[in-house]
């Protein structure tokens, strides 16, 4: 068990739709990354938030949000679904302290289905 | 192009086989070297970590980058059945923004039969 929660482990719904995945860092983490894995493109960055504030942006589309709450839990929000918005979605904390390597803990993951 | 590319497999051994997996990768940047284990429906977990160029050896697991090649390798000595899982090398900057974020291959299945 890494220490990183996330809800709901399983995703069901319809093109169209939105859905809101949720992250809960380990205790004391102020990074959150979270990641999109698919079987043709692997596992990919999305988007980093540290300490509440968006820090790096990476393969994220328009149609999808995300934020990094006081307490730290982070929620990433897909809208407008498509089929291939069927992935498994990671979340992973790190510690971030400077200068040092910074171990990413990395969620059970939400598996998300479009029908 | 992908920054990172990583041979899918997949690879079957018997098990007590020596292991190789390997990445190569195109940014000049990456400093920092990851292997991850990935058991079927769960999340990734750490094998080991390289900074630059050199090997790093833990137990049964030895950790080879070359930099100057933009290589880098796994080797997995006397291979257990438990060892099977998909593996995933994964890369990180040392500067700049995006400081944190992996790039990652990906990802070798691995089956070690008994």
């Known amino acids: 068990d890494s220490g990183v929660t996330q809800t709901p482990k399983h995703l069901i719904t319809a093109t169209g739709q939105r859905v809101t995945l949720r992250c809960s860092p380990r205790s004391g983490d102020l990074s959150v990354y979270w990641y999109q894995q698919s079987l043709d493109q692997g596992l990919q960055f999305l988007i980093q938030?540290?300490?509440?504030?968006?820090?790096a942006k990476g393969n994220i589309l328009e149609r999808f949000s995300a934020q990094q709450f006081p307490d730290l839990h982070s929620e990433l929000n897909l809208s407008s679904l498509e089929l291939g918005d069927s992935a498994l979605y990671f979340c992973a904390s790190s510690v971030e302290i400077q200068a040092r390597y910074n171990e990413q803990f990395f969620g059970p993951g939400t598996r998300l289905t479009v029908l | 192009q992908k920054e990172v590319e990583q041979d899918p497999g997949p690879l079957s051994v018997p098990e007590g086989a020596i292991v190789s997996l390997n990445c190569t990768y195109s940014n000049s940047a990456f400093q920092y070297f990851m292997w991850y284990r990935q058991y079927s429906r769960k999340g990734p977990e750490l094998l080991m970590y390289?900074?630059?160029?050199g090997n790093k050896e833990d137990g049964r697991f030895t950790a080879q980058v070359d930099k100057s090649s933009k290589y880098i390798s796994l080797f997995i000595r006397d291979s257990q059945p438990s060892d099977s899982a998909t593996y995933l090398c994964a890369m990180s900057a040392n500067r700049g923004s995006t400081l944190g974020r992996l790039y990652f291959g990906r990802g070798t299945q691995l089956t070690v039969w008994p």
């Open positions: 938030y540290y300490n509440g504030e968006e820090r």
């Open positions: 390289t900074y630059s160029s």
